[in-house]
């Protein structure tokens, strides 16, 4: 059984330039919630998708943005990259109602490096 | 907003001692989790917590749910070297359409073999 699956592992972008990271959610799960991790720090929560749309959304900038497609895989956008993007970012999966109760599973995340 | 003040930041420890780390909430929360997170891994759920004065146990990990809904403490017993990694709570304010989980800073626990 698959869990979640992220790419690209690693990149580097330089200041300006855009950005597209995937995800695919565990088996079964139908629910995506996307978290940046920034170097000492928790996860902060950037958006959640189900149904394709945008469920909810956290205290980032619209430079940020998501997809959700209809086998449930998951796009983040990032535009205009700043040096302060530069963290992991992670995807994680849920069913609900299981969504509700905070039981995510997490991918082991994209980092993203920003000169 | 909501902020997690987790604490001890870092803990260094010899094996087979037991270990104890709380957080606490400025506000309330319907749901506690604990995460560990390995080196290059995405965190990893430990324990879930739903209902205030829960006490849970998986193995040798022991959560409990704080009575006011603004704490949680997760105690480790006979740590072992693979428990080594970064250990998160989370909580999350299911009311509403609020599903986000707001993380604390992590505690940092190294065990000496």
């Known amino acids: 059984d698959a869990g979640v699956t992220q790419s690209p592992t690693h990149l580097i972008k330089t200041r300006g330039q855009q950005v597209t990271l995937r995800c695919s959610p565990k088996s079964g799960h139908d629910t995506v919630s996307w978290y940046q991790q920034a170097l000492g720090q928790g996860p902060q929560f950037i958006f959640q998708y189900y149904e394709e749309e945008e469920r909810q959304r956290g205290n980032f900038p619209d430079r940020f943005s998501g997809h959700q497609f209809p086998n449930y895989s998951s796009e983040l956008n990032v535009n205009a990259l700043l040096l302060g993007d530069s963290a992991l970012y992670l995807c994680?999966?849920?069913?609900?109602?299981?969504?509700?109760?905070?039981?995510?599973?997490f991918g082991e995340g994209s980092r993203l490096t920003v000169l | 907003g909501q902020q997690l003040n987790q604490s001890p930041q870092s803990m260094f420890i010899q094996e087979g001692e037991d270990v104890s780390m709380n957080c606490t909430s400025s506000s309330i929360f319907n749901t506690w989790l604990w995460y560990k997170q390995e080196p290059g891994e995405g965190p990893v759920l430990l324990i879930a917590l739903y209902k205030a004065g829960e006490l849970t146990s998986n193995g040798r990990l022991t959560a409990q749910f704080g009575i006011t809904r603004k704490d949680s403490f997760l105690n480790i017993s006979a740590s072992i070297p693979s428990d080594v990694g970064i250990y998160f709570c989370?909580?999350?304010?299911?009311?509403?359409?609020?599903?986000?989980?707001?993380f604390g800073k992590g505690t940092l626990l190294t065990v000496n073999p």
């Open positions: 989370a909580g999350q304010d299911s009311g509403g359409s609020n599903y986000k989980l707001t």
């Open positions: 994680a999966s849920s069913l609900l109602p299981d969504g509700n109760t905070g039981e995510l599973f």
